[in-house]
């Protein structure tokens, strides 16, 4: 498949209505859950919820004017110099989406695992709250690195529309799971990512840190020892939270972290262990500075 008729597909494939259906059906819960709650008059954090919808108008902006043909630009390159590739049919878009939901578990465990991701990712953390809003939390920039993680697809012969299509597909399953409405699902939460599954990721609670990376299954988390089933409650929000609503604030207050601690940093090594290295290392002697 050629270069151009990759770049088409993006403005007549039939998929692209099936997007926009998975849209507006996000769009509509999250509403009704937001009515919902108003008529109920429910203790929600309501600066909380216009904060979420606020990240997600600048994420739409920062993807329309900056980064919306990114990972296009970055994956056909690549894409152009493999000598194979793999045929459009109904049984590879299965493997694709099979491919993508491995991929994005591997994304978003490494979010969490390197500091500099997880300084972009943890903006989707950061609420205390825990409803269909908090989906729209996301960081306004991981569109610069976020496609890198599809290289590999594109490596095994998968095209850029395909992967980034089917990346997409495993995204937006996941709006409906960032809810306390809906309990346990039995046996569902043992083979998908269900909100009782996700509430669990998206615990504070020390044995629920670092659990549930999944897309749609939750076969990766049982496979790599990720998996944890919801037993007390959970407490939404970091280990040491942010205590903001600006939105700015909550996009680039890790980036801040970081730089202060890597200006006070005594080594070039401690300093890339700082930006690169897992979120907890420090240098030694930042707790003898502390202790002082």
Known sequence: MSIQEITVLFETSQLMNLVTIFFIFNISIIAIEIIFDLAKRKGRNWKDTLSNIAIYFLGHLTEKLLLGSLSLVALLPIYYFIPYNIPMTWWTWGLGLIAA?????????????????????????????????VSFRLSIIEGLFEWMFLIPMILAGFNPFQAIMCLIFVVQYQTWIHTEKIH???????????????????????????????????????????????????IFGLTQNINTNNPLKIN????????????????????????FGSLIWKPAYFKKNKAH
Do not use: Q
Request: hydrophobic share 30%; charged share 30%.
């Open 101 to 133: 939901d491995f991929t994005y578990y591997w994304m978003h465990r490494l979010e969490h695992e390197h500091r500099i991701l997880w300084a972009s990712h943890s903006v989707h953390h950061s609420s205390k709250e825990y409803n269909l809003s």
């Open 184 to 234: 346990k699902l039995g046996w569902l939460d043992e083979v998908f990512n269900t909100p009782s599954v996700h509430r669990v990721h998206h615990g504070s609670n020390r044995k629920y840190l670092d659990k549930n990376y999944g897309g749609v299954l939750m076969i990766w988390d049982k496979i790599f020892g990720t998996y944890k089933r919801e037993e007390e409650k959970v």
């Open 252 to 275: 680039f207050i890790e980036y801040k972290n970081i730089w202060k601690e890597v200006k006070h940093c005594r080594t070039f090594n401690d300093k890339l262990r700082i930006i």
